[in-house]
T-cell receptor, first 114, second 113 residues
Framework: KAGVTQTPRYLIKTRGQQVTLSCSPI?????VSWYQQTPGQGLQFLFE???????NKGNFPGRFSGRQFSNSRSEMNVSTLELGDSALYLC?????????????FGPGTRLLVL | DQQVKQNSPSLSVQEGRISILNCDYT??????FLWYKKYPAEGPTFLIS?????DKNEDGRFTVFLNKSAKHLSLHIVPSQPGDSAVYFC????????????FGKGTRLHILP
């Protein structure tokens, strides 16, 4: 069974630009969550999508948005990039009904904002 | 406000000895706790969990202890092996499935030969 895939793996952008990251969940998983990992803040929850609907949202500004498609693939978008957005962005998929133990993470997309 | 705290950024332990990673939480509504392990260039992987109705859960070399009155949990790894060198994240969630999972900042464990 293929794992969670994230594209691209690495990305360099400049301040003010916008970026779209993609996440393909494990087959059969309908829940996708996004996290931001930085050295100073650890792993912070961005949002969760289930059946194309945002089910939960973390404390991030409106520049961070996401969506989920009917095939459960998800994208997150960050507009007007700031230097502080440099981080590892992780997505995780799960069956949701199975609880957090069924949550599997992808390898992440490392974003560098210059 | 950090609801899940891992106060030790790093920990070094001799191979074969016990590794103890600690985690404190502030939200008394947390009902379910998890530990994840992360290697460089990989996403975190689920390690072990415990619900608030238990005070101990064991899985092979890994044991998690929960002290609800102290709002403290710990992960014991016995015996420690070189492959255990990684970053360990403590995480917590309320009883409601819709509650988001809150992670700590992680502790980097180094297993020394």
């Amino acid at each position: 069974k293929a794992g969670v895939t994230q594209t691209p793996r690495y990305l360099i952008k400049t301040r003010g630009q916008q970026v779209t990251l993609s996440c393909s969940p494990i087959s059969g998983h309908r829940s996708v969550s996004w996290y931001q990992q930085t050295p100073g803040q650890g792993l912070q929850f961005l949002f969760e999508y289930f059946s194309e609907t945002q089910r939960n949202k973390g404390n991030f500004p409106g520049r961070f948005s996401g969506r989920q498609f009917s095939n459960s693939r998800s994208e997150m978008n960050v507009s007007t990039l700031e230097l502080g957005d440099s981080a590892l962005y992780l997505c995780a998929s799960s069956t949701r009904t199975g609880g957090p133990k069924t949550q599997y993470f992808g390898p992440g997309t490392r974003l560098l904002v210059l | 406000d950090q609801q899940v705290k891992q106060n030790s950024p790093s920990l070094s332990v001799q191979e074969g000895r016990i590794s103890i990673l600690n985690c404190d939480y502030t939200n008394s509504m947390f009902d379910y706790f998890l530990w994840y392990k992360k290697y460089p260039a990989e996403g975190p992987t689920f390690l072990i969990s415990i619900s608030s109705i238990k005070d101990k859960n064991e899985d092979g070399r890994f044991t998690v202890f929960l002290n609800k009155s102290a709002k403290h949990l710990s992960l014991h790894i016995v015996p420690s092996q070189p492959g255990d060198s990684a970053v360990y994240f403590c995480a917590a969630r309320g009883w409601n499935r819709d509650d988001k999972i809150i992670f700590g900042k992680g502790t980097r464990l180094h297993i020394l030969p």
